[in-house]
Nanobody, 126 residues
Framework: QVQLVESGGGLVETGGSLRLSCAAS????????SGWYRQAPGKQREFVAS???????NYVDSVKGRFTISRDNAKNTVYLQMNSLKPEDTAVYYC????????????????????WGQGTQVTVSS
């Protein structure tokens, strides 16, 4: 079993930055792919970014150049650095982990991830 705990959300003005953290505990050795999703009110959960064990990284087009996913294996923590934030980035952000190598074509499918955190709210004011 893997437990994921997100932190770092909050309220920020347009153009500001936040760094989200996702701390993993339990059977962390089994994690292959780590990802971030977000869900805005009334919308479906949306893929944001992912990194697999080979450090292959993918981003949704809307955050490319603004968000950066990284991982500190020593701390069992995945980060999402978010810069140049926009009001449309407002959502609950969820950390996800998969114990297998999620193919690139399936990264946008939340059912491919085994474990999820509880989410952290990010609000960007205009």
């Amino acid at each position: 079993q893997v437990q994921l705990v997100e932190s770092g959300g909050g309220l920020v003005e347009t153009g500001g930055s936040l760094r989200l953290s996702c701390a993993a505990s339990g059977s962390t050795f089994s994690i292959n792919t780590s990802g971030w999703y977000r869900q805005a009110p009334g919308k479906q959960r949306e893929f944001v970014a992912s990194m697999n064990s080979e450090r292959r990284i993918n981003y949704v087009d809307s955050v490319k150049g603004r968000f950066t996913i990284s991982r500190d294996n020593a701390k069992n923590t995945v980060y999402l650095q978010m810069n140049s934030l926009k009001p449309e980035d407002t959502a609950v952000y969820y950390c996800a982990a998969a114990t297998w190598a999620v193919p690139g074509s399936q990264l946008g499918q939340p059912q491919k991830y085994n474990y999820w955190g509880q989410g952290t709210q990010v609000t960007v004011s205009s």
